[in-house]
């Protein structure tokens, strides 16, 4: 059992975010960035360095058409179009078509051509998974999420308050069919 230190507890005992981090002032897109797990715009240049030293080359040895390693809007639209997704029906491809009112909708359908193409989407959607590694030590069979892992732990922890109320939740727990 982990245990619960009165200096990583709220004032009142309940969790919920340190007031030096402001978020009460804060945009939405600050408080998005801030709680991201680590430094997105770090992440990102590893990403595009992973993408033009060893991705493309490999690519291009193989005669396929080198991948463009996303711009900074291009990531956020990327990862806006990803949490915008949640609250649709449809999925895939179908969020990228154009159409009117569907039936038995109350509201319309998923235009994300606005924001970028499948294709491209797609494309990062591929590329996006190096900004979660960690280290390779050849022990860790999750060294391709560690990184987010860990970083996810370092900004809550960082940035929140803990409860000394902890509630067993059953989604956590594994399912076993019958």
């Not at 030096?20 to 998005?32: I, M, R, S, V």
């Not at 240049?45 to 996303?70: D, L, V």
């Not at 998974?129 to 922890?157: C, Q």
């Amino acid at each position: 059992s982990e245990s619960v230190t009165d200096d990583v507890v709220g004032p009142d005992g309940f969790c919920g975010v340190k007031p030096q981090y402001g978020f009460e002032q804060a945009k939405l897109n600050d408080a998005f960035l801030l709680m991201w797990p680590g430094d997105i715009w770090a992440q990102w240049a590893y990403m595009k360095q992973q993408i033009e030293t060893i991705i493309n080359p490999a690519r291009r040895s193989q005669r396929k058409r080198p991948i463009r390693p996303p711009t900074k809007p291009e990531l956020l639209k990327f990862i806006v179009c990803v949490i915008a997704a949640a609250q649709y029906a449809e999925r895939g491809k179908n969020l990228f078509v154009r159409k009117g009112r569907k039936k038995g909708y109350l509201r319309c359908a998923p235009d994300f051509l606005s924001v970028m193409s499948h294709t491209r989407f797609c494309e990062i959607k591929l590329m996006v998974p190096l900004m979660m590694e960690g280290k390779n030590d050849g022990k860790d069979a999750w060294w391709r999420v560690r990184g987010m892992l860990d970083e996810f732990n370092r900004t809550r922890e960082k940035l929140l308050y803990v409860s000394k109320i902890h509630v067993l939740d059953e989604s956590m727990s594994g399912f076993w069919p019958r």
